[in-house]
Structure formats: structure tokens, C-alpha cells
Nanobody, 122 residues
Framework: QVQLVESGGGSVQAGGSLRLSCTASGYTYCMGWFRQAPGKEREGVARIYTNSGSTYYADSVKGRFTISRDNAKKTLYLQMNSLKPEDTAMYYC??????????????????WGQGTQVTVSS
């Protein structure tokens, strides 16, 4: 098992930046960031494979968000730039421990953080 602890959410004006962090208590095969706005489904934002460093992004955040990780610290990051009001949501980090395909859907991940709120005002 692994525990995920997130930090870094907050409130910012449109066009601003935030960086989210998620520290894992153990090894993860891949990790991802998801978000869920009120009344909407949880959606995949970005994901990264631990060993290869390969990254994937949702179209809505490409060019604005960057996912990265520090393997030595077992910490995942999401740098969010040029934030928009539609980015407002609860953001969750997620981890998959075993191999296979790390898709953008929530059922591919075994463990979840507690969530951190991001609010972008216009």
C-alpha cells in the first residue's frame, strides 16, 4: 500500500500560477493528477510513468500545465500556469503500483490523495 499526501492548492486570479505537490510513502509505477469540479465527473489532467518519465496531458491543459516528479523524494508535482476560471476544481493525485497501462481514467489507479482545492477567479 501507499499513502499520498497533497499540498499546494489555493486561490489565484486568472492568468496566475500554482504548483501542487503529492508525496508518496512508497514506490509507484505511475502517478497522475485528476480534478473534479462541482457537479462534474472526475477527469484526468496529466500522468507520468515513474521509470521512463513519459508524460501525458489532457487537451484542456496542454501548454499550460506541467507534470513532473522527483523520484528520490517520491514527490509528484503539477505546475499550473495561465490558470483559467474553468480550472477551478478539487485536484487529486493518484497512483498505480503495478505495471500496465496508466490511462487517464480513474479506474487505472489504486490509491488517491485527499484532494486539494484550486480556485481561479476571473
Amino acid at each position: 500500500q501507499v499513502q499520498l499526501v497533497e499540498s499546494g492548492g489555493g486561490s489565484v486570479q486568472a492568468g496566475g500560477s500554482l504548483r501542487l505537490s503529492c508525496t508518496a510513502s512508497g514506490y509507484t509505477y505511475c502517478m497522475g493528477w485528476f480534478r473534479q469540479a462541482p457537479g462534474k465527473e472526475r477527469e484526468g489532467v496529466a500522468r507520468i510513468y515513474t521509470n521512463s518519465g513519459s508524460t501525458y496531458y489532457a487537451d484542456s491543459v496542454k501548454g499550460r500545465f506541467t507534470i513532473s516528479r522527483d523520484n528520490a523524494k517520491k514527490t509528484l508535482y503539477l505546475q499550473m500556469n495561465s490558470l483559467k476560471p474553468e480550472d477551478t476544481a478539487m485536484y487529486y493525485c493518484a497512483a498505480r503500483l503495478s505495471g500496465g497501462y496508466c490511462s487517464s481514467t480513474r479506474d487505472a489507479y489504486n490509491y488517491w490523495g485527499q484532494g486539494t482545492q484550486v480556485t481561479v477567479s476571473s
